[in-house]
């Protein structure tokens, strides 16, 4: 069955680290990738995505992801983490399911700033 | 400025009666979502509709229903027969399905059912 894991269910760095939260998915085929960002009370807001093409991708707030077919990964990256960054990180991918397409998202890695 | 406008922010209610939650989006998309979110549990799809009057069960739907009679609307009613319906409820619209889209999301509605 199709699948994401985000095998992080929370993680702690310290401001100015850098960060790297996973995402690996289960599907036969290339699905189209999102990471998702939610603060605490607060709907979801897209950070970046990837269709195809060049594998890494920028985002918003200075986060990137690579996608790695190889792997079936789809890592989230960012150089140096703000406190602000403090939130949930949810990894979907959208793939085929028969007449329709269908989000499955991985169950989220909270992160923790500290100064 | 577009979006997606969910409310009320809190709701409260007892056991036994159904509520109606607020979803609005001047976003012009034609596709809206539901989805309920719980600890630990990411987030489960409730309802979905990809046109007005047209609608789809999601993977739980049992205990809610929903209506699309204005692009703009869609409200989720949790009646009495959910039998855990105290969550955080969350609001998306995308241009459309089956096309990619993002999702754009509402700022959600913590229900209380005691």
């Known amino acids: 069955a199709q699948s994401v894991t985000q095998p992080d269910i929370h993680i702690t760095v310290s401001e100015g680290a850098s960060l790297e939260l996973r995402c690996n998915y289960s599907?036969?085929?290339?699905?189209?990738l999102f990471w998702y960002v939610q603060s605490p009370g607060q709907g979801l807001q897209l950070l970046l995505k990837?269709?195809?093409?060049d594998t890494l991708v920028q985002g918003i707030k200075g986060f990137e992801a690579e996608f790695k077919r190889s792997q079936s990964s789809f890592n989230l990256r960012k150089p140096s983490v703000h406190w602000s960054d403090a939130a949930e990180y949810f990894c979907?991918?959208?793939?085929?399911?028969?007449?329709?397409?269908?989000?499955?998202w991985g169950l989220g890695t909270s992160l923790a700033v500290n100064p | 400025d577009g979006g997606i406008t969910q409310s009320p922010k809190y709701l409260f209610r007892k056991e036994g009666q159904n509520v109606t939650l607020s979803c609005e989006q001047n976003l012009n998309h034609d596709a809206m979502y539901w989805y309920r979110q719980d600890p630990g549990q990411g987030l489960r799809l409730i309802y979905y509709?990809?046109?007005?009057?047209?609608?789809q069960k999601g993977d739980i739907a049992e205990g809610y229903s929903v209506s699309r009679e204005k692009k703009e609307s869609f409200p989720l009613t949790v009646t009495s027969a959910q039998k855990n319906p105290t969550a955080f409820y969350l609001c998306?619209?995308?241009?459309?399905?089956?096309?990619?889209?993002?999702?754009?999301f509402g700022n959600g509605t913590r229900l209380t059912v005691t």
């Open positions: 509709s990809q046109i007005v009057n047209d609608f």
């Open positions: 979907a991918v959208d793939i085929n399911a028969g007449n329709n397409r269908k989000l499955i």
């Open positions: 998306a619209s995308s241009p459309r399905t089956g096309n990619n889209s993002p999702l754009h």
């Open positions: 599907y036969g085929a290339t699905p189209y």
């Open positions: 990837y269709f195809s093409g």
